[in-house]
């Protein structure tokens, strides 16, 4: 392999490889070859970045933020041949090389005579190097003095020894171009050489904004953004659309596949494939000036890509049509990151309705108790579903008091238009009238009356609505909800058969939530539905400023946080900004604006994770403050009257024992005291248990194995008998844990042991994903209820002990300033009880929500079949069936069966 390499970007350094994380990535000593001299002011760069250094007296270098894989370093210095070399960036690893430079004694040529045929095969490179589009008619080229073209036939040459230098100020880049070779032909261009970015500088706020934006522009629907879609798993969604030559759809899953090389993935096609990008389509109703663009790919060979798109080799692939006329003039830099605030202006967007998105909520039931769930679905509703997958990456919902005060707020991501979570009701709840509200952060330029809102009673336990006779009729949109007979007994399964049909009677896909209450212990009090006109129907030309120039709030296509770097007297001030996402596992190079202000969007992770920042003025000087600035939250002014409603007296014993009831073989205690201490040894640290002796201990070396990334809980698979652990892919991409200790019963379904880590209870298993498996010291399993800990020990306990010293945070490099940034909530899973394995129980069964799945898909036939139990209470049930078809069409389905 490393002979390959060698041959295609030429001679290879012997270098140093060692571990470090306090100094740069690539870092050296520069000298002449003859004499031994450092060589001063050469200019060292990553091909195709902005990423540079100028060698000291001393000829010293180094870079940083270079992204792993392979990258061709370049070195230039007048006087000397220009140097090319291939190296392998890898994380955590840094390189010290030691390099010579070879004089270049070649004779410099001058310009030839500028007669007419000079200026015309001048303006054909021109064309050639730059093309033909807006942005080169912006573009100014300086030449050096040894500049040379010659033409023979079809056929122009040029060379230079001296660097061309580029402004582009359309782009806001000055390109230097160190040109070896150049030779353009009717259909073909060869360039052999390097390119270094530079960013232009100006103190015209609007000018910055507009270059932003081109450059913004420029890498949506390119080559690298195409690629760097296929690693992301997010080519659809951002508007690829992929087929052969006889028009048949490819799934772009279907083609990534693991590569022989690290950091790398391999793209598997044997024949051309047609790439559309559907973001600028006319079928789409968005103007453009370049309404369709469709390329093909022709592969040359293996094809391999980067995490962030860029080519190991660039002549593996070869374009055809709209990208193969992409040149100079609308080039980016490779370490281009689009963090740019004009998110939402990644094509020319100007009608507003068409891009109007609607947010509607579908919960388990229309009100609560306290230390209740309230499950909730969100359907988002488009003014053109093709735009789906396009458009908001991120809902945000929020639980308001009834003095208007935001008590909990949850982050979800969006995909296909669909997202669910839930909120976990506090025992301290005052009862009143709560409020659920949704919104994504472009919606809001709408206004706040577009941001969905609705009313959420919360009641005492002695409380219930008056009970009203339901009609027995079903209710049916499109959708139609059948089961085997309409009386059940006590727990028995329920069969459901669900069929979704269009308007013409075809079978169709949809994506759907059930619901199923207890109907007499749950009235149903809210009027709106799915299927209401002001849910998610969006009329063509609803909003009344029909074109817009620029947006107040950005679209966003993942999470997204901002920030102002600050300089020791405490101004805001611009700066160049390194962003060190997590574990190096990404790098962000960026410029602030002229408020030292930044953005950065389009992350996708859960829970919350650390981010590290180094901020540098024009002279390369190290900044001192990095502050975030909170999002802003719309305001909490709106005006819903309280429902009317009619209250009864009800059974408070038979509300509480609704959830939390603990199982008859537990005893719950009252306030039990606990005395700790700080423990350091093993010895010491055994005995420091409130359960008692456990059933099984697997000591910390016996989890070192487990996969990074994964949950710690994997390794302890075959090693506790009984214990079973399940990782399972959510609806938005994020890896899930679920656990369950063998004989576990709960009455709500709820079978996950409680977690501690040093006595500390853990929300849930998929809290554990931010804990290195290598600092537990070692893991403690009690497999039967545990009464000490009240109904969270019914389930079992595991406990985690962590090793001397764990601080339970990433750490990041020297001079760096670091937050941690939450990111999005994770949705738990709701579980009804099975009891085909467990029907003797004689736990008490009084749930209200008896049933809920916010991810039921239908199939081709538009149908799907589900199974649920039946609990201890004679009443009836309400199922309610709500979703979206593939086609944007809201269904609904309302059945009622009786328990008797």
Known sequence: MTKKISKHFGT????????????????????????????????????????????????????????????????????????????????????KLNLKLTSDDSPKGGKPKQDAEYKSNLQWFERALLGEDDNAVLCQITYPKNFSISRTGDLLEVSASEPLVIENNSLGYKVTCYLQEFKAEVENITFVGALKFDTLSTKDPGQRKNW???????????????????????????????????????????????????????????????????????????????????????????????????????????????????????????????????????????????????????????????RE??????????????????????????????????????????????????????EKLVPGQYYLRAYTNWMRNYGDSALFLRPVPVLSLDQNIEYEEQRNAEVQTGLSVSTEKNSFKFREPIKMQILVRDAKGNPEKANLSVSVTDAVASIPVYPASITSPSALRIETFEVSNKYFEEVTYFMERGLSFKGQVKDAKDVPTQASLQVIQGNMDNLINLETDDKGEFLITGLKYVDSMVFAFQPMNKKGKLLPKVELIPRAIPPLTFDIPVLALKYRKDNALQRIQNTYQAGEQVRVLDAVEIEGKKVTTMDEKKDVRIYGTPDYTVSGDKLTGTIAGSNLLVGLQGKVPGLRVTEVMDAGGFRSVRVQIRGASSLTGDTEPLILVDGVPFPDANSLISIDPSMVERVEVVTSATPQFGSRGTNGVISIFMKTGYKGQTEVKKNYISYKIPGYSRSKTFVSPDYTASSDSQNPDFRTTIFWKPDLLTDDSGGATLQFYTADLVTRYRIVVEGVTESGQPVRAVKYVTVE
């Open 373 to 426: 769930t309230i499950w909730v679905k969100a359907y988002l509703g488009y003014s053109m579903p093709a735009l789906r997958d396009t458009l908001s990456h991120t809902l945000y919902v929020e639980l308001i008091s009834p003095e208007k005060k935001i008590i909990d707020s949850k982050v979800y991501p969006v995909k296909a238009g669909v997202s669910w979570g839930e909120f976990a009701l506090s």
């Open 212 to 370: 932003e934006r081109n450059r913004l522009i420029a890498y949506w629907g390119s080559g690298q953004h195409f690629f760097h879609t296929l690693v992301k798993g997010t080519t659809l969604e951002e508007g690829f659309g992929l087929t052969d030559s006889n028009k048949k759809i490819i799934n772009p899953e279907s083609i990534v596949v693991p590569s022989k090389m690290v950091e790398y993935k391999s793209v598997s096609l044997s024949e051309e494939m047609i790439v559309t990008f559907q973001m600028e389509s006319m079928e789409t109703g968005v103007k453009t000036k370049n309404p369709i663009q469709t390329s093909t790919l022709v592969p040359m060979g293996n094809i391999d890509i980067t995490q962030d798109g860029i080519l190991f080799n660039p002549r593996s692939v070869k374009w055809k049509g709209h990208l193969s006329k992409e040149r100079l003039a609308s080039m980016i830099p490779q370490n281009y990151v689009p963090t740019a605030s004009l998110e939402n202006e990644k094509v020319d967007w100007k009608n507003f309705s068409l891009l109007r998105e609607k947010v509607y909520l579908h919960l388990d039931r229309d009100y609560y108790y306290p």
């Open 12 to 95: 290879i350094l012997l270098f140093c490889v060692f571990f470090i994380t306090s100094q740069a990535q690539v870092s050296g000593i520069l000298v002449d070859e003859q004499n031994g001299k450092p060589l001063s002011k050469a200019t060292v760069f990553i091909n195709n970045t902005s990423l540079f250094a100028v060698t000291n007296d001393k000829g010293e270098f180094a870079i940083d933020g270079i992204a792993p894989g392979f990258v061709e370093l370049v070195i230039y210095r007048d006087g000397y041949k220009l140097f090319k070399s291939a190296i392998r960036i890898q994380v955590d690893k840094a390189f």
